[in-house]
C-alpha cells in the first residue's frame, strides 16, 4: 500500500538555522511527491514537489530531492525564517486510483 | 487565481445537532476531495468525488456523514449527528484530472467544526 512517516516535531529553531524534515515512504508504481505547508487556521499550501525519481523540488528556499533507492524526500532549508514557522506535511500522490497519502505534519517554530 | 472555496470557516455546535459544509472547487476540476484533519494529525481522506460520482467513501463514517455533489461542480458534506469527536478541521480539495499524469491537489481554507 502507500504511506508516508515524516519526523515526529516540534522542531524549535532560531533563526538563520539550518532546517532538515525527514520524509520517507512506501508506494507501489511510481508516486510523484509534495511538501505542503500549513499556516495557522489555514489550508495546505503547495510548498515544492517533484513527480519522478532524482528530481529536486524548490520554492522560497526549501528543497528536498525525490530518492528512489532510499524512499526519501527530505525537507531542507538553509536559514529558515521566523516567517517559516508552520506545519509541514509531506505527501504522495499515487495516479492509481488518483489518490493523496499525508504524514502527520512537523510543527516548526523559528525564534528571533 | 482561482482558489477552493469553503464555508462556513469556523461553525460551533451542540453534539446530536446537524452540521453541514460546503465546498466550490477551482472551475473546470473534475476531482474534489473531502478530508477530515484532526488536530495535531495529517489530513485523512473521507470521500472522493469524480465529477458528480462518488469514487471512494471507504473511510466516511456512512452511519452520520453523507456527502454530495449533484451537478458535479460544487459540495455538501453533512453530519447528523454531530458527536464530540467530530470536532476537526474539514479540508475540501481539488485537482484537474490528467489521466496518467501528476495532478496537482488545491486545497481551501477549511472549515474548523467544534462540537460542544
Known amino acids: 500500500g502507500n504511506s508516508v512517516t515524516q519526523m515526529e516535531g516540534p522542531v524549535t529553531l532560531s533563526e538563520e538555522a539550518f532546517l532538515t524534515i525527514n520524509c520517507t515512504y512506501t508506494?507501489?508504481?511510481?508516486?510523484?511527491l509534495f511538501w505542503y505547508v500549513q499556516y495557522p487556521g489555514e489550508g495546505l499550501q503547495l510548498l515544492l514537489k517533484?513527480?519522478?525519481?532524482?528530481d529536486k523540488g524548490s520554492n522560497k528556499g526549501f528543497e528536498a530531492t525525490y530518492r528512489k533507492e532510499t524512499t526519501s524526500f527530505h525537507l531542507e532549508k538553509g536559514s529558515v525564517q521566523v516567517s517559516d514557522s508552520a506545519v509541514y506535511f509531506c505527501?504522495?500522490?499515487?495516479?492509481?486510483?488518483?489518490?493523496?497519502?499525508f504524514g502527520t505534519g512537523t510543527s516548526l517554530t523559528v525564534i528571533p | 487565481e482561482a482558489e477552493v472555496a469553503q464555508s462556513p470557516r469556523y461553525k460551533i455546535t451542540e453534539k446530536s445537532q446537524a452540521v453541514a459544509f460546503w465546498c466550490d472547487p477551482i472551475?473546470?476540476?473534475?476531482?474534489l476531495y473531502w478530508y477530515r484533519q484532526i488536530l495535531g494529525q495529517g489530513p485523512e481522506l473521507l470521500v472522493q468525488?469524480?465529477?458528480?460520482?462518488?469514487?471512494?467513501d471507504s473511510q466516511l463514517p456512512k452511519d452520520r456523514f453523507s456527502a454530495e455533489r449533484l451537478k458535479g461542480v460544487d459540495s455538501t458534506l453533512k453530519i447528523q449527528p454531530a458527536e464530540l469527536g467530530d470536532s476537526a478541521m474539514y479540508l475540501c480539495?481539488?485537482?484537474?484530472?490528467?489521466?496518467?499524469?501528476?495532478?496537482?491537489?488545491?486545497f481551501g481554507p477549511g472549515t474548523r467544526l467544534t462540537v460542544l
Open positions: 480539495a481539488s485537482t484537474l484530472l490528467v489521466t496518467g499524469s501528476y495532478n496537482e491537489q488545491f
Open positions: 508506494a507501489t508504481g511510481y508516486p510523484s
Open positions: 517533484a513527480t519522478k525519481a532524482d
Open positions: 505527501a504522495l500522490y499515487s495516479n492509481t486510483g488518483n489518490q493523496f497519502y
Open positions: 472551475s473546470g476540476h473534475a476531482t
Open positions: 468525488f469524480q465529477d458528480e460520482s462518488v469514487v471512494d
